[in-house]
């Protein structure tokens, strides 16, 4: 099997961490495969896009969702680190309006499965750091919403302090969207049942 993976308190939200053999020419590490994850997290889902990207030092994005037209999430970092956060949207979960977060870095190969129903951001802690996922559905620019990065319901322990340690009072930067997400009462009060 590719993985070893851990619950995390968040009902369905997997720490997954692949085999990985290295030696003193490098490693080498299945990053992907569809029996493998399908038995250790227990769950079928067709992975359908992919999608990369790149941001500097102090850059959050998210929290990001579809609603209607969830996404399931397989994040990973392969160059970084990142502090990565997810927050339960489902009605009916056990763990609605409850989040999660974990640093992910290119050194411990370290992904996280996030099923379709969650919001998902991160914040960039190193100087940079590229982010690769897979998604369960296509982005659908018409059903993506956000949720505010910092709704004082949540409480969410974003490390500001490892930005504010190089710049004093530094707060992330955010794109426009991101900046302009909707409240967590706004965001209860419009999700789909």
Same mark, same amino acid.
């Given at each position: 099997?590719?993985? +070893? #993976? %851990?619950? %995390?308190?968040?009902?369905? #939200?997997?720490?997954?961490?692949?085999?990985?053999?290295? !030696? @003193?020419?490098?490693?080498?590490?299945? =990053?992907?495969?569809?029996? !493998?994850?399908?038995?250790?997290?227990? #769950?079928?889902? +067709?992975?359908v896009q992919d999608n990369h990207s790149r941001s500097s030092q102090g850059v959050l994005r998210g929290l990001h969702y579809q609603d209607p037209k969830p996404q399931g999430k397989l994040v990973r970092v392969i160059s970084g680190e990142v502090y990565d956060v997810a927050v339960d949207l489902r009605r009916g979960s056990p763990t609605f309006g409850q989040w999660y977060g974990v640093y992910l870095n290119a050194a411990t190969h370290q992904q996280l499965w996030i099923p379709p129903g969650l919001a998902h951001g991160f914040l960039v802690v190193s100087e940079s750091a590229e982010f690769l996922?897979? %998604? +369960? !559905?296509?982005?659908?620019?018409?059903?993506?919403? *956000?949720l505010?990065?910092?709704?004082?319901?949540? =409480?969410?322990?974003?490390?500001? @302090?490892?930005?504010?340690?190089?710049?004093? *009072?530094?707060e992330p930067t955010l794109a426009a969207k991101d900046a302009n997400a909707w409240s967590w009462t706004a965001t209860q009060a419009f999700l789909n049942a």
């Amino acid at each position: 099997m590719a993985y +070893t #993976v %851990t619950p %995390t308190p968040l009902a369905g #939200v997997l720490l997954l961490q692949p085999k990985v053999f290295g !030696d @003193e020419r490098g490693f080498f590490f299945e =990053s992907f495969n569809q029996a !493998d994850f399908e038995f250790a997290c227990g #769950v079928s889902h +067709t992975f359908v896009q992919d999608n990369h990207s790149r941001s500097s030092q102090g850059v959050l994005r998210g929290l990001h969702y579809q609603d209607p037209k969830p996404q399931g999430k397989l994040v990973r970092v392969i160059s970084g680190e990142v502090y990565d956060v997810a927050v339960d949207l489902r009605r009916g979960s056990p763990t609605f309006g409850q989040w999660y977060g974990v640093y992910l870095n290119a050194a411990t190969h370290q992904q996280l499965w996030i099923p379709p129903g969650l919001a998902h951001g991160f914040l960039v802690v190193s100087e940079s750091a590229e982010f690769l996922y897979k %998604t +369960t !559905d296509y982005w659908h620019p018409e059903h993506e919403k *956000g949720l505010i990065w910092n709704a004082p319901e949540l =409480s969410i322990a974003w490390p500001l @302090e490892r930005l504010q340690s190089k710049n004093p *009072g530094a707060e992330p930067t955010l794109a426009a969207k991101d900046a302009n997400a909707w409240s967590w009462t706004a965001t209860q009060a419009f999700l789909n049942a």
